[in-house]
C-alpha cells in the first residue's frame, strides 16, 4: 500500500482537540475515498472526493468532522472537538477513475486516531 | 444497518486445505462484490470481485461464488497457505452508489 501515503499513523488526542489526518493519493489518481473502522466494525464510507470537490459525504458525521481535497497537496479529514466516540482508524483510499469498480481502489496503511 | 454481515469473527484452517469464508447481504441492489485482506496495521487490499451477472469467478487459488436469491457470497481459498493468514472483508456497492459497504471481517488462520 506504499502507493497511498496517509500520516500520521498514529495520533493521539485529548478531548476536545482538534486532529486532522492526511491523505496523499497515488500518482494519477484524482478520486479520493475516507473511511473509518472503528473497533471490531468492518470499514464504514465518510466521504468521497474529487479536486476541489466533494461528490458524496453522506457518510460524515452532520457536526465536527470536515473533509476536503485541494488543488495542491493532500486530502485532509478534520475532526474538531475530538471525543473518545471518534477513537477508530481511519483509512483513505484513491482510485484513478469516476465510480472505479474497486479494484482500482488503493487503500493507505490508515491513521489510528486515538481520544484520551 | 449492517447491510453486509460476516457471521463468523474467526476461522482457523490446516495448511493445505480448503478455507470458506462466507459472506451475507440484504441489499438486493448490490451488483458488484469484493473481497478485500488486510493485514495488522495495513489497510486493505483487493483479492478478487464478482459482478451480479456472473455466479462465480475464478483467480488463481482464490474463487468467490454468488448465491443472488440467497443473498449469499462466499470465498474459497485452496489449498490454503500460512500467508493468507489475515482478516478477509467482503463489500458491496449498488450500480448508483458512490460507498462499498463492507463486513466486519473474518480472521483467517492457516496454521502450518
Known amino acids: 500500500n506504499a502507493g497511498v501515503m496517509q500520516n500520521p499513523r498514529h495520533l493521539v488526542r485529548r478531548r476536545g482537540q482538534e486532529a486532522r489526518l492526511r491523505c496523499s493519493p497515488m500518482k494519477g489518481h484524482s478520486h479520493v475515498y475516507w473511511y473509518r473502522q472503528l473497533p471490531e466494525e468492518g470499514l464504514k464510507f465518510m466521504v468521497y472526493?474529487?479536486?476541489?470537490?466533494?461528490?458524496?459525504e453522506s457518510g460524515m458525521p452532520k457536526e465536527r468532522f470536515s473533509a476536503e481535497f485541494p488543488k495542491e497537496g493532500p486530502s485532509i479529514l478534520r475532526i474538531q472537538q475530538v471525543v473518545r466516540g471518534d477513537s477508530a482508524a481511519y483509512f483513505c483510499?484513491?482510485?484513478?477513475?469516476?465510480?472505479?469498480?474497486?479494484?482500482?481502489?488503493?487503500f493507505g496503511s490508515g491513521t489510528r486516531l486515538t481520544v484520551v | 444497518d449492517q447491510q453486509v454481515k460476516q457471521n463468523s469473527p474467526s476461522l482457523s484452517v490446516q495448511e493445505g486445505r480448503i478455507s470458506i469464508l462466507n459472506c451475507d447481504y440484504t441489499?438486493?441492489?448490490?451488483?458488484?462484490f469484493l473481497w478485500y485482506k488486510k493485514y495488522p496495521a495495513e489497510g486493505p487490499t483487493f483479492l478478487i470481485s464478482i459482478s451480479s451477472i456472473k455466479d462465480k469467478n475464478e483467480d488463481g487459488r482464490f474463487t468467490v461464488f454468488l448465491n443472488k436469491s440467497a443473498k449469499h457470497l462466499s470465498l474459497h481459498i485452496v489449498p490454503s497457505q500460512p500467508g493468507d493468514s489475515a482478516v478477509y472483508f467482503c463489500?458491496?456497492?449498488?450500480?448508483?452508489?458512490?460507498?462499498?459497504?463492507f463486513g466486519t471481517g473474518t480472521s483467517l488462520t492457516v496454521i502450518p
Open positions: 441489499n438486493s441492489m448490490f451488483d458488484y
Open positions: 483510499a484513491s482510485a484513478p477513475t469516476y465510480r472505479d469498480r474497486g479494484e482500482g481502489y488503493t
Open positions: 463489500a458491496a456497492r449498488t450500480n448508483t452508489g458512490n460507498q462499498f459497504y
Open positions: 472526493l474529487q479536486k476541489e470537490n466533494i461528490i458524496d
